[in-house]
């Protein structure tokens, strides 16, 4: 193990130590070639793609290349849900990825059902699996299709209006990854149908408040930095009221907009 936190350390990724022991592991566990999995890491892919799960909120999630890595700041999209979602409440997942925004919240509350729904096909069979290693399986039906051309369709689909809509959605501009292309980032790895959000990195938020508005009066976003105020404002004109919530690094990056009443 010491030979592998060389390596890494000598290629400078940061955490060497922690992610020499997770790669070790990882090998030994599953009869895997140590050195193959060194040097895709070496070569900056992410480790979570690397050994194909991460937790979020507590819980494994298995993941593959066509769904994001699930982040910390995410939790706070799921506290949300834990703590103000209706009793019995039905949850649209606008583009859920690895699912775990929606899943782990059904997890605690027994009485939640949702609708997850993403582009790409990878991501929807990595939730279902998702869905079934947290117990939720039951409670989850997942859809491959797209938010904005398949809206009426996902409308149809909903076994009745959702009580609330939930997304992490694609927010980096076009030059922020471009930049992470140029640079070689890990991010660089992740797909860009769930990263990119346009010039602005604001095009999925226009489209879901415009066209899902009337089919539920509570919409909760994850947002980029510095993103919150014009979101706010797309609310703001159609008649939502919002409340922020802040992340661990004290980052506004919350989003419920409530249609006033």
Partial sequence: MKNIAQKLKESKIENYLFESKIIAGHAEKNNLDVSELVSRRIKREPLQYIIGEWEFYGDVYKLNNDCLIPRPETEFLTEHIIDNA????????????????????????????????????????????????????????????????????????????????????????LSEVEQARSDGLELSHEPETALLGGADGLDFYRFIIANYKNICSELIFECGINQYKKIMTLFESYDFNCDIIKDYSNIERIIVGKRRM
């Fill in 86 to 173: 209706r009793e019995n409440a039905l949850i649209l997942d606008l583009c859920s990825g690895s699912g775990c925004a929606s899943i782990s919240a059904l997890k605690r509350r027994k009485d939640l059902r949702a609708v997850l729904i993403d582009i790409a096909r990878g991501a929807v069979e990595i939730s279902r699996e998702n869905a079934a290693l947290n117990g939720v399986a039951d409670r989850t039906v997942c859809y491959c299709l797209d938010i904005i051309k398949d809206a009426a369709e996902i409308t149809r689909l909903c076994e009745r209006k959702p009580d609330l809509i939930v997304s992490n959605p694609p927010y980096l501009t």
